[in-house]
């Protein structure tokens, strides 16, 4: 530590926080308790209730139980259940789940891994995300970039909590070994139609869930159907059982239509069943789907086929009213009948969303099948462009709110707007995007099927302030090189251009620079041929600025202030101003400190300048010129600029240039040797660093600190 004295004094009326230290003080001294902060998070416990039609499955019960003594205490236990469509294995595990959740007071939380649905299975960096938000990031926190990072935030996330993680719908051991956790204090409950042999390693007990027995299925539907019914017609019971397979989705399907239809004969409804549908199948689920599809109104009818050509994971009452040509209460209480029919399962209500439902895969299968033969494929095609209007229109509407700079580029759409969703505030907006992320691959992949092929690229150029905000870099740079190569094929230039550079800025995030490179020279190209200096200049900063972020700043420096002298001739500061932040930094760099001192306070002046003032790169700026005045030896000014750059960065808020700041204010404390404070301001970044989970950082603050004598 410095030998300096400190002469604490505080003189006059000072409001502090609860702890004063002063060597004297004089006036008075108001101590007020710190303002309260957000409220924790609430203790997730997602599990679905048990119907209380609940039947049978004791030997499951007991088999599952086995995984306790199946596992060494340093492991979290690990069962499978696996079995065919409609055996009802998602309703076991909540079943034994329920039974179980005592012991895991930290949470019990379900996620959806989407093996069997559109556009399934879920991207592994897609459900980290949502879990770390379901365990208590804020819906707005920044998590990390990469897959690596986030499975190592949830490891630190889950470790020495009691957790129950309920995993349904996996595709296979892949998908689900990421998402486990590292300590021996938590529950892990996988569903899959499949065994997934590849978890035996990791400890799984598995157990193959099948049909029930005789006995179960008369239960079940007596239990539905209630006992003065049922005791009508026992061999029309077991018929129906029988063509039902045994199994509890079908059982629960037919016995749901029965209620509702007090007055159809046990005896008429297993004639019916007899009957193969119009398409013959020999899948019990399909074959009393139909029987409830007789039953419905013509309007539920109606709704029923078109959502067989929605192509989400899920389904709302917006998507559905916009794809059914209804208005929005319409469909909510069109998908509420169905769910009571059992043709749909509800999942619950989701933000940004409201009530939400999930059509399984066989009963979609027969959807599709009334759908082609009821409606044909013009009928499909319209429900499916309709869905896929709403989600482009919608997405549209929540870019201009969140990013009213993004770059104006033309929407195809094929059928003039129903009841659209409006957003209140740019929050709303957010969120939507957020929840709607899952659905952006299968309505793509639709559109290549209808060889709607703008549909891809403006779809993900919609979609562009969540790229921003969360940085998911795996999907970023997925849907944007498929959106390049729509764009390429409708030969459209500027579409061409966007998809190339914003695939450079996620590959550079990726710290793929040679690729981000490729894709801002094919920008650049295109800019070229057209005249285009705005686009000229854009390319030329992005060139520059993956050559800066790579360490290359010999090779960045020419085009960082060719795109300066680019920016000032088109007159647009705010692009200038960030050129010469770059250029600013590169000069300190290489010792010209008044060049550098030149272009860093120009480019804070200009952005603060701004119509709407640019706070986030005017902190950067004045980040950077705290650390070129270190670098010149000036440390009294350095330190002064480097504090009120991390309170500009707090206040904005960004919590990772708060972070790179306090990194900063280390470096310039080590260089003028103040090496105690230098190494409490490295800890300091690091545990900033650390709620991030960014794990070069974190090493990086790691290594300034063994190196800090």
Wanted: glycine content about 6%; hydrophobic content about 40%.
């Amino acid at each position: 530590m410095s030998g300096d004295r400190i002469d604490n004094r505080m003189s006059g009326s000072t409001v502090h926080g609860t702890a004063v230290q002063a060597g004297s003080v004089s006036g008075g001294v108001h101590i007020h308790a710190p303002a309260p902060g957000p409220p924790a998070p609430p203790v997730p416990r997602q599990l679905r209730p048990v119907p209380a039609t609940w039947t049978d499955r004791e030997e499951s019960l007991t088999a599952l139980s086995t995984v306790f003594s199946a596992v060494p205490d340093f492991a979290s236990p690990l069962a499978v259940i696996d079995g065919p469509g409609g055996a009802g294995k998602r309703a076991l595990a909540h079943r034994w789940a329920h039974a179980l959740s005592a012991s895991y007071p930290d949470g019990q939380v379900v996620t959806d891994l989407r093996a069997t649905a559109p556009g399934g299975p879920a991207p592994t960096t897609e459900t980290l995300r949502s879990l770390l938000r379901v365990l208590g990031h804020a819906p707005d926190a920044r998590l990390p970039w990469m897959q690596n990072e986030l499975e190592a935030m949830l490891r630190s996330v889950t470790a020495g909590r009691r957790l129950l993680l309920v995993l349904e719908d996996a595709a296979n051991a892949e998908q689900v070994i990421p998402l486990l956790p590292a300590g021996p204090n938590c529950l892990v409950v996988v569903t899959s139609r499949t065994a997934l042999p590849g978890l035996t390693a990791h400890g799984a007990v598995h157990h193959q869930l099948r049909a029930f027995a005789p006995h179960a299925s008369r239960a079940l539907l007596t239990r539905i159907l209630g006992a003065e019914r049922a005791a009508e017609d026992p061999a029309a019971l077991d018929r129906i059982a029988d063509a039902c397979g045994h199994l509890p989705r079908p059982l629960s399907l037919i016995a749901a239509d029965l209620a509702h239809a007090p007055h159809h004969r046990l005896h008429a409804a297993a004639a019916a069943l007899a009957r193969p549908p119009a398409d013959r199948t020999d899948n019990s689920t399909v074959t009393a789907a139909d029987a409830a599809y007789r039953g419905l109104p013509d309007d539920s009818a109606r709704v029923y086929r078109i959502l067989a050509a929605v192509p989400a994971p899920d389904l709302d009452e917006h998507a559905t009213a916009a794809a059914a040509r209804l208005r929005t209460a319409e469909a909510g209480a069109h998908l509420r009948l169905l769910a009571d029919r059992a043709l749909l399962e509800a999942v619950g209500d989701v933000p940004g969303r409201g009530a939400v439902y999930r059509m399984p895969a066989e009963i979609r299968r027969h959807a599709q099948q009334r759908l082609a033969a009821h409606d044909g494929p013009a009928g499909a095609a319209t429900a499916t462009l309709s869905y896929l209007d709403y989600l482009l229109r919608t997405a549209t509407r929540a870019e201009h709110l969140l990013a009213p700079h993004h770059r104006v580029l033309p929407r195809t759409y094929h059928h003039p707007p129903g009841e659209e969703l409006e957003f209140t505030e740019p929050g709303a907006a957010r969120t939507w995007m957020r929840a709607h992320l899952p659905a952006l691959q299968p309505a793509k992949d639709a559109a290549r099927r209808l060889r709607k092929t703008a549909y891809r690229w403006q779809i993900t150029h919609a979609f562009g302030p969540l790229w921003q905000a969360d940085r998911p870099v795996d999907e970023w740079i997925r849907h944007h090189e498929d959106g390049l190569r729509a764009a390429q094929r409708c030969a459209d230039p500027m579409a061409q251009r966007e998809m190339a550079s914003t695939l450079a800025l996620g590959l550079t995030y990726a710290q793929r620079y040679d690729e981000a490179l490729e894709q801002y020279r094919l920008a650049l190209d295109l800019a070229r041929m057209t005249g285009d200096r705005e686009g000229i200049a854009q390319y030329t900063a992005g060139l520059g600025s993956v050559l800066y972020d790579a360490g290359r700043l010999v090779l960045a420096e020419p085009y960082v202030t060719a795109a300066i002298d680019l920016y000032d001739g088109l007159g647009q500061p705010r692009g200038a101003a960030l050129a010469r932040t770059m250029g600013g930094s590169i000069a300190a760099t290489r010792r010209d400190f008044d060049t550098a001192h030149q272009l860093l306070d120009r480019a804070r002046r200009d952005l603060l300048a701004l119509p709407a003032p640019d706070l986030r790169n005017a902190a950067r700026a004045l980040a950077r010129s705290g650390e070129a005045h270190s670098l010149q030896g000036d440390h009294s000014p350095a330190r002064n600029l480097l504090l009120q750059a991390r309170e500009e960065f707090t206040a904005v808020p960004d919590g990772h240039w708060a972070a790179r700041v306090t990194e900063y204010l280390g470096q310039a404390e080590a260089r003028a040797g103040h090496h105690d404070r230098a190494a409490e301001r490295y800890r300091e970044s690091l545990d900033l660093y650390r709620a991030l989970s960014s794990t070069r950082d974190i090493n990086r603050l790691r290594h300034h600190l063994r190196a800090t004598p």
